[in-house]
T-cell receptor
Framework: GAVVSQHPSWVICKSGTSVKIECRSL??????MFWYRQFPKQSLMLMAT?????????EQGVEKDKFLINHASLTLSTLTVTSAHPEDSSFYIC???????????FGNGTRLTVT | DQQVKQNSPSLSVQEGRISILNCDYT??????FLWYKKYPAEGPTFLIS?????DKNEDGRFTVFLNKSAKHLSLHIVPSQPGDSAVYFC???????????FGTGTRLTIIP
């Protein structure tokens, strides 16, 4: 089955630094990937849609300058949390689908803790 | 504005019995519905889906029911097994469009 790999699985960083999270589709090409964020005991909230070769589409309320998304190839999308603050601490999950057909396959997520 | 709601944050079921998880949505235009299972510190795993042209879809122990008039779907797991203990999310969207809206999740605990 389709596999989505996310790295790192957890990261601790100091306030003010930037953190990059990678999302790879291992055995298929994904023109579109999605980035979600999940706070404890809450739903997965879509942050942005990452489009290969073009700009990402951000959901309302998500700061595009803070959460930089790059989708440089058909198998890799990156999310960079810039100038991270403690309130950015969360569980970030990426997803992709084969040939644009559901269901989405998810990575294992990245637990970000900003101290 | 929560478009997809799972009103039960948690549910405990005896092993071997039926687990029923519920989900309500507000947008009648949604035509594709999915259930995902999630373990702690992992990404969600797809379980089963249904399109709006059907009212039931079955896959092994898992059955999803869709009531379009009530804007309600449910997931039945029978018989429930200890490995089913996880958080279950329903998700809705438009068929052919990968963008999904997720519910708030229900934590299912199967009691041995």
């Amino acid at each position: 089955g389709a596999v989505v790999s996310q790295h790192p699985s957890w990261v601790i960083c100091k306030s003010g630094t930037s953190v990059k999270i990678e999302c790879r589709s291992l055995d298929f090409q994904a023109t579109t990937m999605f980035w979600y964020r999940q706070f404890p005991k809450q739903s997965l909230m879509l942050m942005a849609t990452s489009n290969e070769g073009s700009k990402a589409t951000y959901e309302q309320g998500v700061e595009k300058d803070k959460f930089l998304i790059n989708h440089a190839s058909l198998t890799l999308s990156t999310l960079t949390v810039t100038s991270a603050h403690p309130e950015d601490s969360s569980f970030y999950i990426c997803s992709a689908s084969e040939q644009g057909v559901s269901p989405l396959h998810f990575g294992n997520g990245t637990r970000l803790t900003v101290t | 504005d929560q478009q997809v709601k799972q009103n039960s944050p948690s549910l405990s079921v005896q092993e071997g019995r039926i687990s029923i998880l519920n989900c309500d949505y507000t947008n009648s235009m949604f035509d594709y519905f999915l259930w995902y299972k999630k373990y702690p510190a992992e990404g969600p795993t797809f379980l089963i889906s249904i399109s709006s042209i059907k009212d039931k879809n079955e896959d092994g122990r898992f059955t999803v029911f869709l009531n379009k008039s009530a804007k309600h779907l449910s997931l039945h797991i029978v018989p429930s097994q200890p490995g089913d203990s996880a958080v279950y999310f329903c998700a809705t969207g438009y068929f052919g469009n990968e963008k999904l809206t997720f519910g708030t999740g229900t934590r299912l605990t199967i009691i041995p």
